[in-house]
């Protein structure tokens, strides 16, 4: 049996826009019914990305296919079967969030509208409002509700949270697992590190345009490397402990450390001392961007 081609597909994915700003020799695929987690501080070529998966721009060199079709040459297929919510959302001075959503539904040719009015009722979305009398988080329910009324299969989310209280943010977690279920292929940028950790499968890593990382999400927050978190009988035993193992840092009388590699070093260390716990600490997404970044060359997030 054939294996099903990737719903979205990059090769070689390039933009330059001189002075080292783009994107460059981007690789990468996302599967129906996988979500690709894509991470970078600002100005990393994120947006850049999206919008030369959308074909609103066209890339210098490479290929972007979306189910099959190109996304420059045949973008008018591609933007059917798309569904793109940017970071800065521009939408239609119409008379109502409803009005808009009418607007855009009739330029689709949009019939069946069921799938929009689950959405709206999902993210309690009040259609009465003009758009430019909503709060941000409003505004970006609408955005959202807008980009993807027609259920798309593949899904370009950038900040799809912005300005979402935790209670709607739990909501879109909860639709976008539920979407992954239903076998759309999703690529979502986030700075909620928390939000792409539950539900994304794989992580890209991008720093000054290049993919600097990809992989699971497990095995990129995980690796080798181990946290733990210790707390000593005294002061005195935590500042041995630092003496004899120079990458804790120490507090009082707690520690913290990461292990990657044997663990024979800390137990060494630990010789003679007053233990009183010893706590594995789980190493984040965050944890493991940060450490990403810094071994490329970055500064931080």
């Not at 070529?45 to 066209?58: A, I, S």
């Not at 539950?198 to 999400?217: F, K, N, P, S, W």
């Amino acid at each position: 049996m054939a294996v099903p081609a990737p719903a979205i597909e990059a090769a070689d994915l390039s933009y330059d826009f001189g002075g080292g700003r783009g994107v460059f020799d981007l690789s990468f695929s996302v599967d129906r019914g996988e979500v690709l987690g894509w991470l970078g501080p600002n100005g990393a070529g994120k947006t850049t990305t999206m919008r030369l998966l959308t074909g609103l721009m066209r890339p210098r060199r490479g290929r972007v296919r979306l189910l099959g079709h190109d996304a420059w040459s045949g973008r008018e297929r591609a933007h059917r079967i798309l569904g793109y919510l940017p970071g800065e959302i521009g939408l239609p001075a119409e008379s109502s969030g409803g009005a808009v959503l009418d607007l855009l539904a009739a330029m689709r040719g949009l019939r069946d509208r069921a799938y929009e009015r689950s959405l709206v009722d999902r993210f309690e979305l009040d259609l009465r409002a003009a758009p430019h009398c909503l709060s941000k988080g409003n505004r970006q329910k609408l955005g959202l509700v807008a980009a993807l009324q027609h259920d798309p299969p593949v899904l370009l989310l950038d900040e799809p949270t912005s300005g979402f209280d935790p209670l709607m943010q739990e909501r879109f977690v909860a639709w976008l697992l539920e979407e992954k279920r239903r076998g759309k292929a999703i690529l979502l940028s986030s700075h909620q590190f928390s939000e792409v950790e539950r539900t994304a499968d794989r992580i890209a890593v991008l720093r000054q345009g290049r993919m600097v990382a990809l992989a699971e999400t497990g095995f990129l927050a995980q690796r080798d490397r181990r946290g733990y978190h210790l707390r000593f009988g005294g002061e005195a035993d935590a500042q041995r402990f630092a003496a004899a193992y120079p990458a804790a840092r120490v507090r009082g009388c707690t520690a913290e450390v990461e292990v990657q590699g044997p663990l024979r070093p800390l137990v060494d260390a630990l010789a003679g001392l007053e233990l009183l716990s010893l706590r594995e600490r789980q190493q984040s997404l965050e944890d493991a961007f940060l450490r990403i970044y810094a071994a490329a060359g970055g500064e931080g997030a």
